[in-house]
């Protein structure tokens, strides 16, 4: 079988998935099985159809398996979503309608994406201004203590989501240029240290993640910047070295503002003890109630649409369960069994992802494959971890599960951008 026809056999069971998770949902709300159902599925799998259609024709070559993975994800969110909310599920359907366009317009307009290379600064510019804009007066919004999301009249988005693309595509293509020489360096003894004009773009990027730490008051983002930096820098140098210094210097960085910065020492300390009183009246009720969700799922769950997510009187018992504390609602419906199968299916997809970047036959391609799947599993580790206490909670969405147009935009851009370098880097000589 080939590749293409692979990809499209691995959408059906997709479409099942999110046909069987609506038909659970309409029996848990009224114990009965609507046909509503099967129309939901043929509508998901003729869009799925859709993009595989275009990755037939256009990137023949890419990896079969990324786009079903991704396809699975997307189904699993509009199923948790819609059980939520109907109206956010119904957003949620529109945005990735609109996703799967931007996917096909990336895919259309980049089919030599090595032209990203030449714009590398102006890239890098316009991802840091993208960070800057929710400290905009007037434009910018605060949530829970964080400034994420712009909004510029009806249009509300989060320029963080669309900012991590960018500094991967400079990190990549500065990184393809001077690896060689931050290899080199000057010899100290037995050390070998990288010059310090070669370093100056890279301590820009640690200096951005400490100035999101404390302007931005995004540690989530800052750690999924600098994680994936750090990946990037080791990939490209195999210098274990580096990305000690680097977690040395990010580590004394996070010690220093969270000794001196409010807002980042009482994140800590609510993930250190949330059930103190004097935080669960402030954003440890958040982590606390989502630690009693998932300890009320067990192993298998209470099954879907069964969870509480209201008491009584209409009170929210799950804060943010659409965003930022979805992962608590599915461990508490599909139980620890149904959490990693989730879990499974994004190593999967990383596994994928780190397959492109080892196949890739440029230097380029490489890192920027690699940096773009560092970043998807940073994000997956920030948003998990913060969930189940492991780091601070932020305010970072679950790729292609939670609800968010800006996140659903951005990851469909960054899968387009995977799928580029594995249709290149899978095809033969002859045909490139």
Same mark, same amino acid.
């Given at each position: 079988?080939?590749?293409?026809?692979?990809?499209? #056999?691995?959408?059906i069971?997709?479409?099942?998935?999110?046909t069987?998770?609506?038909?659970?949902?309409?029996?848990q709300?009224?114990?009965?099985?609507?046909?509503v159902?099967?129309?939901?599925g043929?509508?998901?799998?003729?869009l799925?159809?859709?993009?595989?259609?275009l990755?037939?024709?256009?990137?023949?070559?890419?990896?079969?398996?990324? &786009?079903?993975? !991704?396809?699975?994800?997307?189904?699993?969110?509009l =199923?948790?979503?819609?059980?939520?909310?109907?109206?956010?599920?119904?957003?949620?359907?529109q945005?990735?309608?609109?996703?799967?366009?931007?996917?096909?317009?990336?895919?259309?307009?980049?089919?030599?994406?090595?032209?990203?290379?030449?714009?590398r600064?102006?890239?890098?510019?316009?991802?840091?201004?993208?960070?800057?804009?929710?400290?905009v007066?007037?434009?910018?919004?605060?949530?829970?203590g964080?400034?994420?999301?712009?909004?510029?009249?009806?249009v509300?988005?989060?320029?963080?989501?669309?900012?991590?693309?960018?500094?991967?595509?400079?990190?990549?293509?500065?990184?393809r240029?001077?690896?060689?020489?931050?290899?080199?360096?000057?010899?100290?003894?037995?050390?070998?240290?990288?010059?310090?004009?070669?370093?100056?773009?890279?301590?820009? !990027?640690?200096?951005?993640? #400490?100035? #999101?730490?404390?302007?931005i008051?995004?540690?989530?983002?800052s750690?999924m910047?600098?994680g994936?930096?750090?990946?990037?820098?080791?990939?490209a140098?195999?210098?274990?070295?580096?990305?000690?210094i680097? #977690?040395?210097?990010?580590?004394?960085?996070?010690?220093?503002?969270?000794?001196?910065?409010?807002?980042?020492q009482?994140?800590?300390?609510?993930?250190?003890?949330?059930?103190?009183?004097?935080w669960?009246?402030?954003s440890?009720?958040?982590?606390?109630?989502?630690?009693f969700?998932?300890?009320?799922?067990?192993?298998?769950?209470t099954?879907?649409?069964?969870?509480?997510?209201?008491?009584?009187?209409?009170?929210?018992?799950?804060?943010?369960?659409?965003?930022d504390?979805?992962?608590?609602?599915?461990v508490?419906?599909?139980?620890?069994?149904?959490?990693?199968?989730?879990?499974?299916?994004?190593?999967?997809?990383?596994? @994928?992802?780190?397959?492109?970047?080892?196949?890739?036959?440029? %230097? &380029?391609?490489?890192?920027?494959?690699?940096?773009?799947?560092?970043?998807?599993a940073?994000?997956?580790?920030?948003? !998990?971890g913060?969930?189940?206490? =492991?780091?601070p909670?932020?305010?970072?969405t679950?790729?292609?599960?939670?609800?968010?147009? %800006? %996140?659903?935009?951005?990851?469909?851009?960054?899968?387009?951008?995977?799928?580029?370098? %594995?249709? @290149?880097?899978?095809?033969?000589?002859?045909? @490139?």
């Open positions: 079988m080939s590749a293409r026809n692979r990809e499209l #056999m691995a959408l069971p997709a479409s099942l998935l999110l069987a998770g609506f038909a659970a949902i309409f029996i709300q009224s114990e009965r099985l609507s046909d159902s099967l129309t939901y043929a509508i998901f799998l003729l799925c159809l859709a993009g595989h259609l990755i037939r024709f256009t990137l023949p070559y890419a990896d079969p398996y990324i &786009f079903p993975l !991704v396809s699975v994800l997307a189904c699993f969110g =199923v948790v979503i819609y059980r939520i909310d109907e109206t956010l599920a119904r957003e949620q359907a945005w990735f309608v609109v996703g799967l366009i931007l996917f096909a317009a990336t895919i259309l307009l980049l089919r030599d994406f090595r032209v990203l290379e030449r714009y600064y102006t890239i890098a510019l316009v991802g840091l201004l993208l960070l800057l804009l929710p400290r007066p007037g434009i910018g919004q605060q949530v829970n964080a400034y994420l999301g712009i909004k510029l009249g009806p509300a988005f989060q320029p963080a989501e669309f900012g991590k693309i960018a500094i991967i595509i400079f990190l990549a293509a500065y990184l240029d001077t690896r060689q020489l931050l290899v080199q360096g000057r010899k100290l003894g037995p050390v070998t240290v990288p010059q310090i004009k070669h370093l100056g773009p890279l301590l820009v !990027v640690w200096g951005a993640a #400490m100035f #999101m730490l404390v302007f008051r995004d540690l989530g983002s750690l910047y600098f994936g930096f750090l990946a990037l820098l080791y990939i140098t195999n210098r274990l070295s580096f990305v000690a680097g #977690m040395g210097m990010f580590a004394l960085g996070a010690w220093f503002f969270a000794s001196t910065v409010s807002h980042v009482e994140r800590i300390q609510i993930r250190n003890n949330p059930f103190n009183p004097e669960v009246e402030k440890g009720y958040q982590i606390a109630q989502s630690l969700a998932q300890a009320d799922g067990g192993l298998f769950g099954g879907f649409g069964a969870s509480l997510l209201r008491g009584p009187n209409g009170e929210t018992l799950i804060p943010a369960p659409h965003t504390l979805i992962y608590a609602v599915i508490n419906e599909v139980g620890l069994v149904g959490a990693c199968g989730l879990l499974l299916v994004y190593m999967l997809l990383i596994e @994928r992802g780190f397959k492109v970047a080892m196949v890739a036959g440029d %230097s &380029f391609s490489k890192l920027l494959a690699s940096g773009l799947t560092a970043v998807l940073l994000q997956v580790f920030v948003i !998990v913060g969930v189940t206490k =492991v780091i909670l932020t305010g970072v679950l790729p292609f599960v939670s609800y968010g147009g %800006s %996140s659903i935009l951005a990851n469909f851009i960054l899968l387009a951008l995977l799928l580029l370098v %594995s249709d @290149r880097a899978r095809r033969p000589v002859r045909a @490139r």
